[in-house]
């Protein structure tokens, strides 16, 4: 994923301290009193990672300063579209930006795919397939990341 040691998938009814709590666990648990995994962040525990990437994320108080806001950390959005769509989608194609003085690749392409069984409770047996109607991912991407009110659909994760 993009070159990172480690991924956190998180839910949208998570919230900040769940997310702190289980890196911190696992990093006590794996490195002793190391910190290999963090997590920029908002600095309160009960908001939600959802609404804080949406409107941009903001992490001046945890390591916003070091990596930057929020919404440079996100590798994957799911939703439910307006239409009933569930849908995955994320960065494919990127461009080293480090010789403009930016630490993250520059996005130059966004694809995505559709859930085909999406009344199917048991996540491991979706299927994820091309979606059956022409999608914009790539305006999709920019809105969920704080580009949009929210307006866009229902991020699952």
């Not at 709590?21 to 990093?27: E, H, K, P, Q, V």
């Not at 903001?58 to 959005?77: E, F, P, W």
């Not at 995955?88 to 995505?112: C, H, L, M, N, Q």
Request: charged share 20%.
């Amino acid at each position: 994923a993009r070159g990172k040691r480690g991924t956190l998938h998180v839910g949208g009814g998570e919230n900040f301290d769940r997310m702190y709590r289980a890196i911190d666990s696992w990093n006590k648990d794996n490195e002793g009193n190391g910190s290999k995994y963090l997590c920029a962040g908002g600095a309160t525990g009960s908001v939600s990672p959802m609404g804080w990437t949406a409107k941009g994320g903001l992490a001046s108080t945890t390591y916003g300063r070091k990596y930057g806001l929020g919404v440079d950390q996100v590798l994957q959005i799911e939703m439910v579209l307006p239409n009933g769509q569930h849908v995955r989608f994320g960065p494919t194609v990127w461009e080293d930006a480090s010789s403009d003085g930016y630490i993250y690749p520059k996005t130059k392409k966004v694809s995505g795919v559709c859930n085909q069984n999406s009344t199917e409770e048991d996540k491991s047996i979706w299927e994820w397939k091309a979606c059956p109607e022409d999608i914009n991912f790539d305006d999709l991407w920019f809105a969920t990341r704080g580009g949009g009110g929210g307006t866009w659909g229902v991020i699952l994760s």
